[in-house]
T-cell receptor
């Protein structure tokens, strides 16, 4: 069965610091990969996604993620965070052709102004 | 125009009651989902329907029953509510490109 691990449960950064959130999945075949963001009190929104092609994916709000197949990883990055990036970030995996998405346990990011 | 709308947004009810949460999407997607998010923010899939057919039914107490009258609607009915049912329930509509989530229903059982 597929699983998704997000090892950083809580991250605290100052504004302008660089961000990298880890995501590892366990599945030997082809996967679709996603990062979602949940701002306080809101629903989840899609940040970016990877299906195939260039392993470096750019999303909204200056976020990007890199798919490293050999490491089964899809880490999220942002060069300079802002206070407004304070949110919960979820990595998710989907096996193409199936309906099920598996979410990681989330990483809570707090950015200090 | 809200793509995935859930009602109600908040629901406070007593143990033992029966309640329903409604979800509607106007994105034309065939597949809809219910997720439960607990107090630790962990998202767990509960059900999924594709074009009115149940395709995912995770280990969920049978007090929970989804109903999909058409592919644009997926409602969740909960019987005999328990304290442990308190959570935020998210409806989602999706296809290969990813989900669109509703704004959530915060259920509090007292």
């Amino acid at each position: 069965a597929q699983s998704v691990s997000q090892h950083n449960h809580h991250v605290i950064l100052s504004e302008a610091a660089s961000l990298e959130l880890g995501c590892n999945y366990s599945y030997g075949g082809t996967v679709n990969l996603f990062w979602y963001v949940q701002y306080p009190g809101q629903h989840l929104q899609l940040l970016l996604k990877y299906f195939s092609g260039d392993p470096l994916v750019k999303g909204i709000k200056g976020f990007e993620a890199e798919f490293i197949k050999s490491k089964f990883s899809f880490n999220l990055r942002k060069p300079s965070v802002q206070w407004s990036d304070t949110a919960e970030y979820f990595c998710a995996v989907n096996v193409p052709g199936t309906y099920k998405y598996i979410f990681g346990t989330g990483t809570r990011l707090k950015v200090l102004a | 125009d809200t793509a995935v709308s859930q009602t109600p947004k908040y629901l406070v009810t007593q143990m033992g009651n029966d309640k329903s949460i409604k979800c509607e999407q106007n994105l034309g997607h065939d597949t809809m989902y219910w997720y439960k998010q607990d107090s630790k923010k962990f998202l767990k899939i509960m059900f999924s329907y594709n074009n009115k057919e149940l395709i995912i039914n995770e280990t969920v107490p049978n007090r929970f029953s989804p109903k999909s009258p058409d592919k644009a609607h997926l409602n969740l009915h909960i019987n005999s509510l328990e304290l442990g049912d308190s959570a935020v329930y998210f409806c989602a509509s999706g296809q290969a490109g990813g989900y669109t989530f509703g704004s959530g229903t915060r259920l509090t059982v007292v």
